[in-house]
């Protein structure tokens, strides 16, 4: 049964006209001859949209990918990559025809692959990440199989916590590889010293590798201080890098138990990997003694601060305070407490981006469990970095009471060369596909990265191409306007004393 349940949203323009999917509808509820009804209550869905549950029964499916040939690649967490070969009926009108394991845990001994997957541009080597390490494969598209590895291509990342390690290979900078490294605790303070190497994120050039990288080391810093940046992307028109963060749990301020609803999730510009320059690359983004304000009226002393402010942990004082916290890069955008932001992902045009929460367990009241959208143009969000109504909501639960265990809890983003958009819910095993129900152009068939889900007009465009930064490493050398590792024992002692 195909999903379709509309409902009225704030900023309905966005919705039907500058974030538009290009997917057309061209096949009927009726004209599905599978159909596949989810065991919770059915998403509520955006008007003008339709989701529709294509693929069940997988194990804890998180990144998603097509390759060159359009089999949909999905990393099933502690299992391994599966190939789906997709049964196409038009518009949303989709099921797995044939499926096979392109890569399973058990066959090599590389550790069990978590989340990251990212192809090659020619298609030929695919990438997968565990908490250790990244490999790489030698693979087929005509086949969907993998035909010799895994090669190490960065290793030591492992912490006992965030394991997740997201991969992106932009492609306004062929070559690079982009990956995130959470921290390792709730509160982790080896994040203030540099060299550690935890709650970064990095990008190592893979044209002129002669050995395997080494995460603390190697590679070039495109930003520290982030606590769990599960996911990243590049922005089409100008390259640039974005991530968007699961910040802090169990926050206290002067004495106060605020994590109800402090501090805010976050969209970060993280700078550009191909050449051009950015003052927010290399900066610490402020974890762990800094976040970002989301309710600021339930934050004590809370002159100054508005939405999207850094502000410091425990109880400020000579070390750790709001005015040390200003310094801090801050958000281009805050979201709502404890949505877990997981994914993000552009349309070819750049006019909007979307985005996987995948919901709290750390409030009263749950939150997330959804997919939205945020509207940017020019390589940045349309709405300022105080917003509280960026994100508009398409697909999302009935009722997140019933969550996390009656509902979808959505992970990673793909699109395929029609311009429809693919979820995946790791909670429940399953992959939905999301289109426009009104009837708007399809995209262009074929294109590499489809001008999907939202507009129909403009293209990536041709400025800002830039070349590959070369320079891929030197412990800490693009770190800038930053704590440096030498007060990094004051900074901790500091945290330790406000917090006990």
């Known amino acids: 049964m195909t999903i379709t349940i509309y409902r009225s949203i704030a900023a309905l323009t966005l919705a039907t006209s500058s974030v538009g999917v290009l997917a057309q509808s061209t096949a009927s509820t009726s004209a599905c001859s599978t159909s596949i009804t989810p065991s919770?209550?059915?998403?509520?869905?955006?008007?003008?949209?339709?989701?529709?549950?294509?693929?069940?029964?997988?194990?804890?499916?998180?990144?998603?990918?097509?390759?060159?040939?359009?089999?949909?690649?999905?990393?099933?967490?502690?299992k391994g990559i599966v190939s789906l070969n997709l049964t196409d009926n038009g518009g949303a009108c989709l099921s797995v025809g044939k499926s096979h394991d392109v890569i399973l845990d058990s066959s090599h001994k590389q550790g069990a692959l978590t989340h990251g997957i990212a192809l090659s541009r020619d298609g030929r080597t695919l990438y997968a990440s565990s908490p250790e390490a990244v490999f790489s494969w030698v693979y087929d598209p005509a086949s969907s199989r993998n035909s010799s590895g895994p090669s190490v291509v960065v290793n030591n990342m492992n912490t006992?916590?965030?394991?997740?390690?997201?991969?992106?290979?932009?492609?306004?900078?062929?070559?690079?590889?982009?990956?995130?490294?959470?921290?390792?605790?709730?509160?982790?303070?080896?994040t203030l010293d540099v060299s550690t190497g935890h709650s970064q994120v990095k990008a190592f050039n893979l044209t002129n590798a002669t050995a395997t990288y080494?995460?603390?080391?190697?590679?070039?810093?495109?930003?520290?201080?982030?606590?769990?940046?599960v996911g990243v992307a590049e922005e089409p028109l100008t390259g640039g890098i974005y991530g968007v963060e699961n910040s802090v749990d169990n926050l206290i301020r002067d004495g106060q138990d605020i994590h109800q609803n402090n501090p805010g999730e976050e969209l970060n510009f993280l700078g550009y990997v191909n050449g051009t320059s950015s003052p927010e690359q290399g900066m610490n983004f402020g974890y762990p003694t800094c976040y970002a304000a989301w309710n600021v009226s339930a934050i004590p002393n809370n002159t100054g601060l508005q939405v999207g402010s850094q502000f410091a942990i425990g109880t400020p004082n000579a070390t750790v305070n709001d005015t040390l916290c200003a310094e801090r890069a801050a958000p281009r955008l805050t979201f709502q407490a404890h949505m877990a932001p997981l994914d993000i992902l552009f349309n070819q045009n750049g006019t909007a981006a979307w985005v996987t929460f995948h919901g709290s367990w750390d409030r009263t009241e749950p939150v997330g469990y959804k997919l939205s959208v945020v509207q940017f143009a020019n390589g940045a969000p349309v709405d300022p970095s105080n917003s509280t109504t960026a994100a508009v909501d398409i697909v999302s639960n009935r009722d997140n009471s019933a969550c996390p265990n009656g509902c979808f809890r959505p992970v990673g983003l793909a699109w395929d060369t029609k311009g429809r958009l693919y979820m995946s819910s790791d909670a429940t095993g399953e992959i939905y596909v999301v289109i426009r129900s009104d009837g708007n152009a399809t995209s262009s068939a074929g294109s590499a990265s489809p001008s999907s889900i939202p507009s129909a007009s403009g293209s990536a465009g041709s400025s800002g191409t830039g070349s590959a930064v070369t320079a891929t490493s030197t412990k800490a050398a693009a770190v800038k306007n930053g704590a440096q590792s030498s007060s990094a024992l004051a900074v901790a002692v500091g945290l330790i004393y406000l917090l006990f």
Do not use: C
């Not at 080391?217 to 982030?226: E, K, R």
């Open 214 to 229: 080494n995460f603390d080391t190697d590679g070039l810093l495109m930003g520290w201080g982030l606590r769990n940046e």
């Open 160 to 190: 006992s916590d965030h394991t997740t390690r997201t991969l992106l290979l932009p492609n306004r900078a062929p070559g690079m590889l982009v990956v995130t490294r959470g921290s390792t605790s709730n509160l982790d303070l080896e």
């Open 40 to 78: 919770y209550a059915a998403p509520s869905v955006a008007a003008g949209y339709e989701a529709r549950l294509i693929a069940t029964n997988l194990t804890k499916p998180r990144s998603v990918l097509f390759d060159a040939n359009g089999n949909l690649l999905v990393v099933q967490q502690g």
